[in-house]
């Protein structure tokens, strides 16, 4: 693949155009064969958090370096700025997911967002697909992919939704638990979509979430 290819993307979405929608971008992570494993996790995650410092520069016309992406462990980034009025940032959302060669970020100027971004592992099967379906997706969700074949179409429909609930939890700030009418009352009002991903990022499938109204 032709080093131009792989590029920063805005990634499109049903809904994306509307007002109050939230930004997606994909951001190419070549694998850097030389690197240890925790080396490149912390690579990407800093890089997915320049790129978005400097999306959010260019958006509200501040200088990158004034703007600060929180890195703590376990919750979702938040901006600050050592400029202008700080309440200008108090509702903006921010989400970025990681999977292997992509990143994707996302911000929301209204409110909270999340995005998600996921591979199937090679020795996923169908059994196997099914059985998560069931435990951790909505009821409607895992009858369609229990009893399809074992098909491609199966395997992306799965990537799919399972992308959209992670980035509803994100949206949610909540961890990954098994499926509950609480957990339901929790995402309720959360729309999550799948999203556009560059051909560059091969087989990955990509979701964003986030509320309409706030």
């Not at 109050?20 to 997915?48: F, I, N, S």
């Not at 592992?121 to 009893?147: C, W």
């Not at 609480?182 to 087989?203: E, F, M, R, S, Y």
Request: aromatic content about 6%; some cysteine; proline content about 5%.
């Amino acid at each position: 693949m032709a080093e131009d290819a792989l590029a920063l993307a805005r990634c499109r979405f049903d809904g994306g155009d509307a007002a109050g929608a939230p930004e997606v971008w994909a951001l190419p992570q070549p694998d850097r064969a030389q690197a240890h494993p925790e080396d490149e996790r912390a690579h990407q995650r800093q890089a997915a958090r320049d790129t978005l410092r400097a999306r959010l520069a260019a958006v509200f016309g501040v200088a990158t370096e004034d703007i600060a992406i929180s890195q703590q462990r376990g919750a979702a980034p938040r901006v600050s700025a050592h400029v202008g009025d700080s309440t200008r940032w108090a509702n903006v959302g921010l989400s970025i997911g990681h999977e292997r060669g992509v990143s994707l970020i996302a911000w929301h100027g209204a409110g909270l967002v999340g995005v998600d971004v996921v591979r199937l592992a090679v020795h996923a099967d169908a059994a196997e697909l099914a059985r998560v379906a069931q435990l951790y997706l909505e009821p409607n969700r895992p009858s369609a992919l229990v009893h399809q074949a074992q098909t491609a179409i199966n395997t992306g429909a799965f990537l799919s939704h399972w992308a959209c609930h992670e980035a509803r939890l994100k949206c949610a700030g909540l961890a990954l638990v098994e499926w509950s009418d609480a957990l339901a009352t929790q995402l309720a009002g959360i729309h999550a979509v799948p999203v556009k991903l560059p051909p560059w990022a091969g087989d990955a499938a990509g979701a964003v979430a986030w509320r309409w109204c706030y």
